[in-house]
T-cell receptor, first 115, second 112 residues
Framework: EADIYQTPRYLVIGTGKKITLECSQT?????MYWYQQDPGMELHLIHY???????EKGDLSSESTVSRIRTEHFPLTLESARPSHTSQYLC??????????????FGEGSRLTVL | QKEVEQNSGPLSVPEGAIASLNCTYS??????FFWYRQYSGKSPELIMS????GDKEDGRFTAQLNKASQYVSLLIRDSQPSDSATYLC????????????FGTGTKLQVIP
């Protein structure tokens, strides 16, 4: 069973608040990802990291930022939340190399609602 | 054209039947292919990986890959109501931007 944890699982906040979604994994994986998914819709990659001090933006433009100071930790931050940020945020990691990079382990997700 | 295309469904099959899920991809440089299962309100879970042409079997699941046709499929034999979920096809493309691209998913309903 994958050991990747996300907190909080559910968050309801007001517009303009700063929030940080936490993601930690205990598998020593070098690659970590953040996906955004609305109910019944497809996954969109918003950020990824291939190691410490390495972060890149994904396919979907996002106002969030990420950091990777430690291998096991990949937090996502929204400086000023808006209702358009309401969504499910999924963190994933991969320890594979080459073709095995696509074997992702997902956390349980953080469902964010911005009022 | 989407990079990974799937029929959104729902695909309804009776219990005990074979469910066949299909996926096409656009980039011929794609190296590896995956099927993820996502129950409603849950996160995706990897169920099958396939890296070369042909069939790969794991229990009731068989993944099939045809790189010439750019086609991936997943067969679920003896379908059970617990198989009811959305099945996501994912493709890994190596190179400068190593990324996993997901299809929109096919919703499978297994009718008891």
């Amino acid at each position: 069973e994958a050991d990747i944890y996300q907190t909080p699982r559910y968050l309801v906040i007001g517009t303009g608040k700063k929030i940080t979604l936490e993601c930690s994994q205990t598998m020593g994986h070098d690659k970590m990802y953040w996906y955004q998914q609305d109910p019944g819709m497809e996954l969109h990659l918003i950020h990824y990291s291939y190691g410490v001090n390495s972060t890149e933006k994904g396919d979907l433009s996002s106002e969030s930022t990420v950091s990777r100071i430690r291998t096991e930790h990949f937090p996502l931050t929204l400086e000023s939340a808006r209702p358009s940020h309401t969504s499910q945020y999924l963190c994933a990691s991969s320890g594979g190399s080459g073709s095995y990079t696509g074997e992702l382990f997902f956390g349980e997700g953080s469902r964010l609602t911005v009022l | 054209q989407k990079e990974v295309e799937q029929n959104s469904g729902p695909l309804s099959v009776p219990e005990g039947a074979i469910a066949s899920l299909n996926c096409t991809y656009s980039d011929r440089g794609s190296q590896s292919f995956f099927w993820y299962r996502q129950y409603s309100g849950k996160s995706p879970e990897l169920i099958m990986s396939i890296y070369s042409n042909g069939d790969k079997e794991d229990g009731r699941f068989t993944a099939q890959l045809n790189k010439a046709s750019q086609y991936v499929s997943l067969l679920i034999r003896d379908s059970q109501p617990s198989d009811s979920a959305t099945y996501l096809c994912a493709v890994f493309l190596s190179g400068g931007y190593q990324k996993v691209t997901f299809g929109t998913g096919t919703k499978l309903q297994v009718i008891p």
